[in-house]
């Protein structure tokens, strides 16, 4: 300090003192005064003012008493700065006070070695414990300063001022270590032994409070309480008591803010929650809203332990569970708070409301689409987009016009503007199809769009998507063989030949591409029959024998019939007998007889001469079916429909219902699907029947069975299509279960079938191995093809209800728990006596009079008529249709060749 400013100093102070002497008690009285006001601001916690105030006293007054006030005030603030940690700032006021008033220095306590102890400088206050000549007294007071102030262990096994093997070092090393380890996971009991830290060491309490954290983790409670009891009550450790004692469940009183924090970040505090949770999904199994809404908020008012993030997630996942019960949004935000419409919560509520409400399922994951790429989730155009496009499209492809007429859109479910644009997703798959297979070109998506469009669409929209198909992967044969098929059904066969050789590079050894080039060979060959062309039809015939590998026998059955045609055309008797009996020593007397019959069939041409003829009596019906399967298998083959409606019926049924009609699964299944397209459903049945008695591929005889019922079996023909599903599923039947999901979803199939217990949602659901065998084991019992008055309700129909509806009170079973007094009866008090409808009257009366307008129709018509009806063709148009004899087409009818086609073949020679 320089002379200049301590002469300055001593003037000031000399000039204070004589103004104070000049002015006595007057002066003395506005001290006092002065001092209660700077007491009262220290009490109130309020240094920064009280200092300010007793700096302007002692300037005026500069007495000893106005000193000693100034250093209470300088203590004070340094105290509060310490509590703010503000250890520097401490530090600089100490020094102000050191320099200008030494005299007050012992009033500032053990502020110095306050600071120190915050700054983790230990070595100046432990330093008198490495004497061993130390007095017990001061020895006591430093390690009662350690027991009560010391927090930082790590700082305090670092210091220099002892040994490194001194006991407090060691101690403090193994305490830190073990409390970050205890503190962070599982730890072993060796790593919270410390044997390092005697009874008697002051920080024998943080060894307490290590071993009570370990026994809380490990469930002990006992052993935690009896820890905690080790731990002194002025040590620094017993400050974590009250949290320690809460979270350990023996109470704790009244917890600091702090502590609260704790308990809640550490403690159990999820199981508050769980039990909510728990109540809400009691809640929502009864259906009850009052439950509902009460739980849901509870279960909100549960989680206030949880981050921002798994609230929101928790919130969302309540939100769209209580959307999916048909509460409106306005309801669930009342309960939860407001919803966080984001695409975690979009994508939860397009899940739940797949199963019952298929139409805002796809509108929910079109918003959530949205707002995925909004916050970049996935890209637009990715394989992300491509694959959720081609789930929306399935969504689409299997909505119905009534669900689609039932969608509300005025729920307040979706944002303002998104239904504008969403809601022509719902009119057609179409777009979605293609908005997958531009984002994601893979096969299953194009497969997808070219079975619905095979379907729904129009021929030319199906021969588009497969264009489409072999233009983005060249590499596949699957478009290629439907464009073949596509162009044969035109009767393209230029094209259509172009395509097969096309597959037959990418290919060729492919059965479906080989088969597809003998469908095409036979279907040219049949169409210059039906010309009268027998020269370019034997271009063909010889082109068949090769083809295909592993089934010679069946293209040589194929090309003698053809040559026999040949040879009747041009008129060669010779010819006709030589082939005749060629044929006959190939597929027997009756596979001659069907395979010519079918081919006269296909070419709506029947010979002038008769065909050989053949005794159907004077074989064994055993053997009878067995030649009838091998033609039914050559059919197959070829593309060729087999006729199945002859006089042969009898003795094919004998055959298949004995116990072992020699037949294996592939040659009943054939006779089985002949016997369907040629409208032989007594014989398609008893084919399904021999199939399950055999046990093997149950899943096919059971569709089989399904679709050879007529309307009036519509229960059993709904059982059976359901078993033969889950089946098929079961059985990983890929190709079966989509031939189901096919007829189901077929919208002649749902207008015939439209019952109360025909649901959209019946495909869905799993089936129990016990319900599958109750099916099966009741359809082999049904051997016969049940007759329309004796038609009994099969017995398993109550329980595939119940596995649907979750009742046991049948299909008609359609209650609704929301509201237990909402047990009003909806039929009108008048119908009739028993507050019941009978309708069985009614029912009767229409049977009977349908039995009188078919009695007039010619024979056969019956039949045709309800193979319409189970078509889905309007009921007025048929019978109107069926009501006039339709006449035969003549016999020898020739047209001629399709000038576009001929240059593919050849002219006549």
Partial sequence: MSKRFQKQRTAEASGAQSEAARGGAETAALAVEERERVYAQIRERHSKAALQMAKDLHKRCG???????????YRARIEDLLRLRMTVEARTLVQIVRVRMPRTLPRLGAIEQEIQLLEGRFDAIVAPLGNPDLAAEQRERIEAFVRQRVENLGALAKVDSLAADHALRVAAGALAAAFEAVTRGPVDAERVALTEVSRRSPLASWKGLIRAIDSYYRGDKEACGAWLKTIAADSVPARLLPAMRALGGTGAGELTAAAQRLVELVGDQGAELRRAAEDFDRAVAARKPMPIEKAARKAIGASVHLDTEARERLRGQMAACMMHMDFSPETAERALGAIKRDAYFLRVLALRLEDADRGNAVLAWEDFREDAIRCRWFAAG??????????????????????????????????????????????????????????????????????????????KEADEVAERWRKELPADARP??????????RKAYKKSLGYLEEAEKIDGLNPAVRRARLRLLVGAALRHLGQVKASLARRE????????????????????????????IENDPSAMDAKAGALAQLAGGAGRHLLLAAISRAIRIAPKVGFPEFDAHSLPAAELLTQAARICQVGELAGLPTPMQSGWNDDLLKALRQSAPGLDTAELLAVGEAALKDNARELAYAVSAAGLAGGSATERFLYLRARSLLFWACEQRLGCMAAALALARKERDTVLAEQILDEIHNPAWRTMWRTPFVRNDWVARPFTDDLLNEIVAEERERSVLPDEREYKRPRYMQKLNAHETGSTSGFDDDEDDWDEDENEDDWDEEENDSGERDTTGTFEATRNKLDEIFSRFPPGTRERVLDAFAAGAGHLDQIGRNAKQIPEKPVCARRGPVPEQESLFGEES
């Fill in 63 to 73: 007495s000893q008493e106005s000193e000693e006030l100034l250093a209470d005030a």
């Fill in 382 to 459: 990715g394989v992300e987009d491509g694959v959720l496009s081609l789930h929306m499209a399935r969504l689409v492809e299997n909505l119905n016009r009534n669900e689609i007429e039932d969608l509300t859109y005025d729920d307040g479910m979706w944002k303002p503007g998104f239904l504008q644009n969403a809601k022509n997703l719902l009119t057609s798959p179409g777009p979605l199809f293609a908005r997958a297979c531009q984002a994601d070109p893979c096969a299953e998506s194009f497969e997808a769009w070219l079975n619905w469009a095979k379907r729904k669409a129009k021929p």
């Fill in 541 to 568: 015939i010889e082109a068949i024998l090769p083809l295909p590998e592993g089934a010679l026998h069946e293209c040589t059955m194929l090309a003698s019939a053809l040559d026999w045609f040949c040879a009747a």
């Fill in 480 to 489: 290629l063989l439907h464009l073949v098929d596509a162009s044969e059904e």
